[in-house]
């Protein structure tokens, strides 16, 4: 069992950046691999990136290459993401997830479990 709290989301104008922190608590947080989503208002919940257990592996979606980090701690129990060059159209709701496994999903439903979310907006 994983419970995630993120932190660090707000308000930020086009070009600016952020750090969003997801807290995890649970003995076996380095065996999950963990994965950023967010979600617009009146759109689904997309991918962002994820990252391997150890850190090794990461992947991203191709509207954020280039301009996010995604990044983990381990004896934190913590994974970062770095968003930098930020744009208006990266204004959501942003979550954190875990999933018990080594592949690097993509999609919400192979996540098991799920943060509260921080919200991002950026102005422009």
């Known amino acids: 069992q994983v419970q995630l709290v993120e932190t660090g989301g707000g308000l930020v104008q086009a070009g600016g950046s952020l750090r969003l922190s997801c807290a995890a608590s649970?003995?076996?947080?380095?065996?999950?691999?963990m994965g950023w989503f967010r979600q617009a208002p009146g759109k689904e919940r997309e991918f962002v990136a994820a990252i391997s257990w150890r850190g090794a592996s990461t992947s991203y979606a191709e509207s954020v290459k280039g301009r996010f980090t995604i990044s983990r701690d381990n004896a934190k129990n913590t994974v970062y993401l770095q968003m930098n060059s930020l744009k208006p159209e990266d204004t959501a709701v942003y979550y954190c997830?875990?999933?018990?496994?080594?592949?690097?999903?993509?999609?919400?439903?192979?996540?098991?479990?799920w943060g509260q979310g921080t919200q991002v907006t950026v102005s422009s």
């Open positions: 997830a875990a999933r018990d496994g080594s592949v690097l999903y993509t999609l919400p439903r192979n996540y098991n479990y």
């Open positions: 649970g003995r076996t947080f380095s065996s999950y691999t």
